[in-house]
């Protein structure tokens, strides 16, 4: 008797990875896009997520931040992804979207200068007028100036600058407005502006390639394309106009730290949050967050499941955890606890028809419940039949 009862109980242990095995067969799609600022850290993450769940399949669009979010609007990917926090109007248009931080990045002023390799210094107003179409030669007095022993050629600079609606656009101009009052009240700050002058590239790769194949031009790329790339990338001046900093790891990571503890929760305002030109000798100005769009309600995003919006909490609960060990090789800094901590309490919030999605999909959960129920009554009915016999 008591071997019979082993065996079933094993059998109905053996059921479970049997249950989900056959929930895993059917692959589970997730939908994203927007931010190509972020894409090789998302696509690192779709690969190294998919090893540890066959099952889940991670499509990621890299389409620009303004394309990501008007796919939000229309409730046809189950997340977007943004360089810059939602606009109010933005924000009214997707009520009940919650804002997770899930990166943090760098953009570089790369140039391809013929003959100079490295060491070109710049300011703020410098990087503004250029990009206004007020500086147009290399060897302009301003330049060299900032520059003594830099041989500059007389030549004219050619912009390159992002064609789409674009979070790193936004990053940058954000940047532009705090150190130009001229650029601040002529351009703006936008995921689009009126660019005076300049080449336009399709994405952060567009820019890329208008730079790599355009001798003198100069173009914002973010840190992760510009290394792809072999770029060559100015010094710009900290914020205390006391030293000239390469954009790396630490300092990208030294300006994103003096604004981390005044962020708002998730579902706050965000329009107005900025991490770039903070204080500090190592702090490289022009940097960013990055940000996972996702509704609150996922019950309301069209083709959306329990089971799939399950997989979807799991995925980025684990990209803004154990996921950040494969940022720093691409060059994007961890995020420091404090963020970890705030995007957990958002994930938190998320809902499925009203109800809190569960952390085991129903299928599975059903199956752990069955067998362990089944163990605790067969054990109780062998203790029983033991003490009968004795």
Known sequence: MTKK????????????????????????QL???????????MDKWRVEYNKLHPDIQLNYQSIGSGAGINLAKQHTVDFAASDAPLSQSDAA??????????????????????????????????????????????????ITQLNPGVNLPDQSIVIAHRSDGS???????????????????KIGI???VPWPVGIGGNGNA?????????????????????????FTYAAVQNADGTNFVMPTLETVSADASGAVSNLPKAD????????????????????????????????????????????????????????????????????????????????????FNGAAVPEFGPIVESALVIAVMSVIVLSSKSRLVSLVRR
């Open 31 to 41: 939908n994203g896009a927007g931010s190509t600022f972020i894409f090789p850290l």
């Open 268 to 351: 706050g305002d965000w329009s107005k949050v900025s991490i770039a030109n903070q204080p500090g000798h190592d702090s490289y100005p022009i940097s960013t967050l990055t940000y996972i769009l996702i509704n609150k309600d996922l019950s309301t995003v069209n083709g959306m499941t329990l089971d799939k919006a399950k997989a979807l909490v799991d995925m980025i609960k684990w990209m803004i955890t154990d996921g950040q060990q494969y940022s720093e090789p691409l060059l994007y800094p961890p995020l420091p606890d404090s963020i970890k901590t705030l995007d957990q309490q958002g994930l938190a919030q998320i809902t």
């Open 93 to 142: 248009a997707l009520p009940g979207t919650l804002t997770i931080p899930e990166s943090i990045g760098g953009i570089t002023i790369s140039y391809n200068i013929p003959g100079v390799d490295g060491g070109l210094k710049l300011t703020g107003p410098v990087i503004a007028d250029i990009f206004m179409g007020t500086i147009t030669k290399w060897n302009d007095p301003v």
């Open 167 to 185: 979070g790193t656009t936004y990053a940058f101009t954000d940047y532009l407005s705090k150190v130009s009052d001229n650029w601040k009240s």
């Open 190 to 192: 936008g995921k689009t």
């Open 5 to 28: 009862i082993l065996s079933t109980t094993l059998m109905l242990l053996l059921l479970v990875p049997l249950a989900i095995n056959a929930n895993a067969q059917q692959a589970t």
């Open 206 to 230: 567009g820019v890329a390639s208008v730079v790599k194949t355009t001798q003198y031009s100069i173009g914002y790329v973010e840190l992760a394309y510009a290394l792809q790339n072999n």
